[in-house]
């Protein structure tokens, strides 16, 4: 008999107990998202065991997967309700693309890395992530075919909000991402409305570098 999906589903029930609702995410979508997404598929087989862990994890090609906390809090600060078309810039693993897909209507997704974007790609073929889309290019130029989005993204550190993304935000739209130097971050909302952009910061926070037009440079 096979006991694996039991022990992976019992960690994820503690994780979303233990790191996600006792530190006070209560958005129930967001909740429930976490309860069933495998982040244990996202990450390599060696890794499996500790995907359900309290910190961020590797994923080959010197980025990483956000701890479980920043992406309950980061998804929940988008204040998403289901209906939403959302951008997602640094598709990495997928992890934080599968939360968005099981919360709204259609996912955007783009990275610039080409060996995860392949990667990445056939695992949401696998998974059946139907309502998530990919590109590979340069996200800090956004997407603005598809455009204007109801919520935005960033899950690497920026050392501005790129211009494009805030363009490509509907009115009424939030924008989430880490704004800073190359080794720490503040955590920014970006709300924009009919008067103009609102910031809040969220705190301080760090994540991998986020390079292109109106980002880093490699
Ligand atoms: N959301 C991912 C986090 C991956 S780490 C997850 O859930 O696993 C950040 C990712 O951003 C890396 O894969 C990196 O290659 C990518 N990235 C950095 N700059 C980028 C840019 N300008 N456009 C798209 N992706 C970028």
Redesign the pocket.
Known sequence: MNDEPNKFARWRRDMVENQIIARGVADAAVIDAMTRVPRHLFVSEAMAESAYGDFPLP?GEG????QPYIIAEMTQRLELSGSERVL?????????AAILSKIVYKVYT????NT?FVQTRKLFDRLKYHNIVTRYS???QGWKQEGPFDAIIV??GGNQVPTPLVDQLAIGGRLVMPVGGLHSQELLKIEKTENGIQTTNLGGCRF?????QH?WSE
Not at 88 to 96: A, L
Not at 110 to 113: D, P
């Open positions: 994923i980025q990483t997967i956000s997602e810039i640094g598709t990495g693993s997928g992890y934080q783009i990275e610039r890395n995860l340069d996200g800090t899950t690497a991998v570098k986020l390079i292109g980002g």
